[in-house]
């Protein structure tokens, strides 16, 4: 069914991030492009985890695969056998077919919603774990699924989501040469780039002392660091 005009959406925040890699997303928004209907494609989806604790901390889209199918206006079947063959593919190369745990597709000039058939789909691609199901259209619109399948079958049907841009090292490398060439820090900044609670209510009392911060600004800034005005002048300096 449609969202409601009158029903503002409110996508869920998850405790986990889903994110779409940037050069995936562009592959899926440019078939979505060029398809004149709607359009579908199947996504490896990898599992970012945290050092210390082992937990899932993101599911990661990784790589989009377009596989031949019959499209329409308004409906996107995929051909079971070039389904077949991609999972084979994927395991000829060393990549575990399991982790095809995506299905993307564009709804192409309409707006994004869930409809039956959708439903249906996401019903045939059911496996043990979960699935990543991500709806688009021509003006950049979106909405994101997630469906898992242990210990029993849960959906959230509008979810948070966001597009991974990676930083290469060789880029990490040029930016970090730059910023030590071009860039003169304040006196109380650490080494490591970051600074005490005492150095950050310091560097705002220099700055308020200054009228580099308005009371406003001051008062946004405290807010968010979980301060008062008052610590301001608590501080030893």
């Not at 989806?45 to 993101?58: F, Q, W």
């Amino acid at each position: 069914m449609q969202w409601p005009k009158n029903k503002p959406r409110d996508p869920v925040q998850l405790g986990i991030r889903i994110q779409i890699d940037a050069v995936a997303y562009q592959k899926l928004m440019c078939w979505t492009d060029v398809a004149q209907g709607e359009v579908s494609c199947l996504g490896l989806v990898e599992e970012i985890r945290d050092e210390n604790t082992g937990l899932i901390t993101a599911l990661r889209v990784t790589d989009f695969f377009l596989v031949k199918q019959v499209c329409s206006a308004d409906e996107t079947t995929m051909d079971a056998q070039a389904v077949a063959q991609l999972i084979t593919d994927l395991e000829a190369q060393g990549i575990d077919s399991r982790k095809l745990r995506c299905w993307a597709h564009s709804h192409g000039t309409m707006s994004v919603f869930w409809s039956a058939t959708d439903h249906d789909c996401i019903d045939g691609l059911a496996n043990g774990d979960y699935l990543v199901s991500l709806v688009v259209n021509k003006k950049r619109d979106s909405m994101c699924r997630l469906d898992v399948y242990h210990p029993a079958h849960l959906f959230v049907t509008d979810i948070v989501w966001e597009v991974y841009t990676p930083l290469t090292e060789a880029l990490e490398i040029a930016c970090f040469d730059e910023f030590q060439t071009k860039v003169s820090e304040s006196q109380w900044m650490r080494s490591n780039g970051k600074l005490s609670n005492t150095e950050i209510v310091k560097d705002l009392h220099s700055a308020r002392d200054r009228g580099a911060l308005t009371l406003d600004e001051l008062d946004d800034e405290l807010d968010w660091l979980g301060l008062e005005r008052g610590d301001l002048d608590e501080q030893p300096f």
